[in-house]
Structures are given as C-alpha cells and as structure tokens.
C-alpha cells in the first residue's frame, strides 16, 4: 500500500498513536519530531515504539531500561535514512523490544514511498527490536523487507539537518545525534498547537521540498511562499531580531533555488524570481556584516555583483561594494576594502557613509604602516 491510499479518516486518524522525539545535535537542541504511528495498520510494531517513547515498560531483558531517552542516531546516509533506537549498544548492533529481544515482521502493507516514514530496522527477516529508521527520500528497494509503522507529522526540517550533519566513514555523526526527551502526545489536540512557533507564524518547511502548504504545480503558489518568508525576514530586522532575519532570508533563497521558473516558459515569474533573488543576496551581505558573519557577507555581496540573471543598477552595485568593502575592512583587508569603497564611489558620487568609510581604510592602512616602521627601526636599532 503507498502511504497516500492510507486511511485518512477524521476518526480513524484520531485513533493513531501520536509520539515525540526531542532531539540534540552536539548538545545543542535541535527542537521536537512528532509522529504518527499506524496502529490501524501494524499494532504491534507501533505498540512496540510507542512504550520504547514513554518507557513504561521498564527494565528489558537485557538489563536495559526500555526507552529511547538517551539514544543516539548512530547511522546517517544522506538521499537516504537516518537510523536510531540501538541503546543497549549505540552503534547498530543492539537494541530490544517490548516483547523480549526480537519479534516476528508484522506485514509489509505499506510500501517506502516517500520521505519522512518511520520504518523497523532489522539484521534480516523476524529480527525487529528497537532500531528504527526515518526515510529522507523514496526507499522502494526496502518494500518487502522492512515494516513501515508510522510518519512524520512535524520536524521535517530537524530530520534534514540531521541528514546533513558531518558524519565519519562508518556514517556515524561526528557531533552527537540525541533523543533528549521522548513521550505520547494526545492524538485528540490539533497538531498545529504542538508545533513550536519562532514568533513569526511562519508555516513553510525549512526545506522547500519538504512543505505540504504550497502547490508545487503553481508558481503563483510558490512566490507567494517566497515573498512571505521574505518579508517574515525584514519584519525580524525591523524588530531588532538578526540572527531571525538571516534564517529567513535564507530559507526564501533555497525556496527560489528549489522551484526557479523556466525564463522562457515562464518569463514573468522568471523575471519576479531573479529581482527577488538579488534583493536576497543584498539582505544577506547586510545581515551577515551585522552579525560578524563576514565571509558570509562578502560571499553574498560577490553574488549580487557577479549576478547575471536581471539587470543591476548602480545603487544596488553600490550597496553590495560598500558591504563587501565593510566586511573587509573588518577582515583587516584594508586594501581590498579601499578598492570596493572607491568602486562604490564612483557608482554613487559624494555618498557620506561611504567616503565616511573610505577616510577610516585610507587611515587604517596609514597606521599599520607606521607601526611596521616603528617596528623595524626598533629592530636595526
């Protein structure tokens, strides 16, 4: 069965086990993944995961309390899965059931068909315990051989950046992947309430092929999610909130990225897109040079004034060379700086910050000159 002709119901749903793992990353938070387990579907595998969440089964067999608190991700494959639930061993070759050590596949119903399912891991046929895995992309060469239990309800984007964490050549982590805290959840409460809120109502995945409130067929659809998560962005600037406002304008950059138009097919929106995207890398250079972020800063001002895909004008030019030339100039590459700054200026004449920021390299580079001077007649001398 593909995950998409499972009953969906009102009532059947509302009857699903509904569990949350709370996830660190280098023992940094990471924030909260919440599932849905299909008790309609495999009961006893999603029992089994449900009371490994709350641990109210104790003490297994092997000495090991029954619970996924304090279980590491242990195994990573990008375009693939990220894998969990060994925490009598924690590297892949442990782990126990509800039911004693090992128990029997209970059906192979529903097929690997997309990302984000959560699915037994097992060394063969009948051999499920507490090793778990959740899919990032399609897996259809899994169907038959591993059981799907449950989705993902919310976290899609703690799930990517678990995918995306630096691992070692035996896929593991090199930072710590943690299951801080795990439980049930009510499966009666609405589950947009669960879903932790940065303070912007943001409602689109961090990884736009992840999101499920956009029309991927519509690209009037996609811009609107686009123009929102950018102005969600300057509306954090305006408040004071930077670290807020770069993660915004970065995450309306990967959506143009993921869905950029055809220019020929659609030229209109092709046209929107790439204003957009230069408006982007500006907000970035000037965010990043506010947070000390300076290779950010000088790498996203390079791509506005490399940028080839719309016309530039000479102010925008002149924004990108004055942040380009502060990050350097912050970078002690004052030469670097003073080049910008000179470019800027004859872009836009008489600029007070500018010339303001020009004077202060020029001087900058006077006075490295004359300590290295001091310095070498303090040597000879």
């Known amino acids: 069965m593909d995950i998409k002709d499972l009953i969906t119901e009102q009532e059947t749903v509302k009857k699903r086990s509904r569990v949350f793992l709370n996830i660190s990353i280098g023992d940094q938070p990471a924030g909260r993944v919440i599932f849905e387990l299909f008790d309609d579907v495999v009961p006893k595998t999603a029992e089994n995961f449900r009371a490994l969440c709350t641990g109210e089964k104790g003490t297994g067999k092997l000495g090991k309390p029954l619970n996924l608190k304090g279980c590491s991700f242990h195994r990573v494959i990008k375009n693939f899965m990220i894998q969990g639930g060994d925490f009598t061993a924690g590297n892949g070759t442990g782990g126990e059931s509800i039911y004693g050590e090992k128990f029997p596949d209970e059906n192979f119903t529903i097929k690997h068909s997309e990302p984000f399912l959560l699915s037994m891991a097992n ?4 051999t499920n315990g507490s090793q778990f ?22 976290g899609k984007s703690i799930i990517r950046q678990v995918e995306h964490t630096e691992i070692n050549s035996s896929d593991k982590p090199t930072k710590a992947v943690i299951i801080t805290e795990c439980g049930e959840l009510d499966s009666k409460v ?9 303070g912007t109502g943001d409602i689109y995945e961090d990884f736009p092929g ?5 029309n991927k067929n519509s690209t009037a659809s996609i811009f ?6 950018k102005d969600l ?13 770069l993660e915004k304008y970065r995450k309306s950059l990967r959506y143009i990225h993921e869905f950029l138009p055809d220019p020929e097919d659609e030229a209109d929106y092709y046209r929107e897109f790439v204003k957009t995207k230069l408006a982007l890398y500006l907000n970035i250079s000037l965010v990043s040079l506010h947070l000390n972020l300076l290779d950010d800063a000088v790498k996203s001002a390079t791509n506005a004034l490399d940028f080839n895909e719309c016309p530039v004008t000479d102010q925008e030019k002149a924004k990108a060379l004055y942040r380009r030339g502060s990050a350097y100039s912050k970078k002690k590459a004052q030469d670097l700086a003073i080049i910008d700054f000179e470019q800027a200026l004859i872009l836009v004449p008489g600029d007070k910050a500018i010339i303001a920021e020009l004077e202060n390299a020029k001087k900058r580079v006077e006075l490295k000159k004359k300590h290295e001077k001091a310095a070498y007649s303090k040597f000879f001398s």
């Open 123 to 126: 060394a063969g046929p009948n």
């Open 133 to 154: 895995f959740i899919t990032t992309v399609s897996t259809p060469h899994l169907d038959s051989k591993h059981v799907v239990f449950g989705k993902i309800l919310a």
């Open 190 to 198: 609405d589950i947009k309430s669960l879903i932790p809120d940065d």
């Open 210 to 214: 992840d999101d499920e409130n956009i």
């Open 224 to 229: 609107e999610a686009i123009k929102t998560i």
């Open 233 to 245: 962005g300057t509306s954090s600037l305006k408040k004071g909130n930077k670290p807020l406002a």
